[in-house]
């Protein structure tokens, strides 16, 4: 690991102090991998609520791996230290890598990574943790689309070695290179991957949840096809996935593909029932296919 450090660090610049804006179930991974690794981190959200659960998150993830005998008490604490949270941006004017996580919505998106810009240091990385919105349509709005591009880590972030890098229109080789080499460094396996809707993983992951609630519609049994594509060989069901993913995410995911592949992408009814309606969001909100309480 240290010769690989060393390595890269003849190319790139690697980050020492991250941030991370939105403190959602991605949001608190992530915030959780750079504090691991050893980086001070800012968790930026809209409301304290919300950083309180970041930081369970953090709690969650090093819990087990002190479980698992993995990591100390102390070392635990020093890395939770390590994180602050704030409501604004403030120390990150310090930050060489931040890292948006909140809400998959381009507005939102595009508001939150100019006001990011507009704080971090010139020189610093900017990326999106985006699941399938357009990293160029972001890049629309900054002053340094060069230094920005899509990393796309997966749920949940401690266990998902598997991350997608997404090079933008304007996006420099310099930041591809240094968004490869801190996955590496981070222990993940990067795989950079075109800037089209819903990238690799979710473009094929998507239609599969989709189709799996077509045939709720059609009258099948929520635990027997997760049974059934468990016994197939997938770690979890369909349904337990999108629990895990949760229901908002999945369904404005699956959204941003209907919009661009059309017929062979109708969001099943069944979903938009579930977050709309329902607003029965999976594991986070205690229901989704399932109830977790
Ligand atoms: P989440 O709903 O758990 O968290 C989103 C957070 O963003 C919330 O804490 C919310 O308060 C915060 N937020 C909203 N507006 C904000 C603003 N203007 N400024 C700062 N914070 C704001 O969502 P999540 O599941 O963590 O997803 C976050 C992003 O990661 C999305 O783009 C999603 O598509 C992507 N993603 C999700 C998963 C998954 O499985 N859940 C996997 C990979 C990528």
Request: hydrophobic share 40%; aromatic share 8%; net charge positive.
């Amino acid at each position: 690991k240290r010769q690989q450090r060393e390595a890269y660090s003849d190319v790139v610049t690697l980050p020492k102090t991250g941030a991370v804006i939105g403190a959602g179930v991605m949001g608190g991974g992530i915030a959780w991998l750079m504090s691991s690794k050893g980086l001070s981190v800012r968790l930026k959200d809209i409301q304290w609520q919300s950083i309180e659960l970041g930081y369970q998150k953090v709690v969650e993830y090093f819990n087990q791996l002190k479980k698992r005998g993995k990591v100390k008490q102390g070392e635990i604490d020093a890395a939770i230290n390590r994180i602050g949270g704030s409501l604004d941006y403030s120390g990150f004017n310090r930050v060489d890598m931040a890292i948006e996580a909140v809400v998959e919505v381009i507005d939102v998106k595009q508001k939150v990574l100019q006001e990011a810009e507009a704080a971090l240091p010139e020189t610093s990385l900017l990326c999106t943790n985006t699941s399938a919105l357009s990293v160029t349509e972001m890049a629309s709005v900054l002053k340094r689309p060069e230094q920005f591009c899509g990393i796309h880590f997966f749920n949940p972030v401690n266990r998902m070695p598997l991350v997608e890098v997404i090079k933008g229109q304007q996006t420099n080789s310099q930041t591809i290179a240094q968004a490869i080499s801190v996955c590496h460094l981070w222990g993940k396996v990067p795989v950079v991957v075109k800037d089209s809707p819903g990238f690799l993983v979710n473009r094929i992951l998507l239609p599969y949840l989709n189709e799996a609630a077509y045939l709720l519609e059609e009258g099948a049994d929520i635990e027997k096809v997760d049974q059934v594509m468990t016994d197939f060989g997938m770690p979890m069901g369909p349904f337990q996935l999108a629990d895990q993913v949760g229901i908002d995410v999945g369904y404005k995911v699956a959204k941003i593909l209907e919009a661009s592949f059309g017929e062979r992408m109708q969001v099943a009814p069944v979903l938009e029932h579930l977050y709309a309606k329902l607003k029965l969001l999976g594991k986070k909100s205690g229901r989704g296919f399932y109830r977790y309480q």
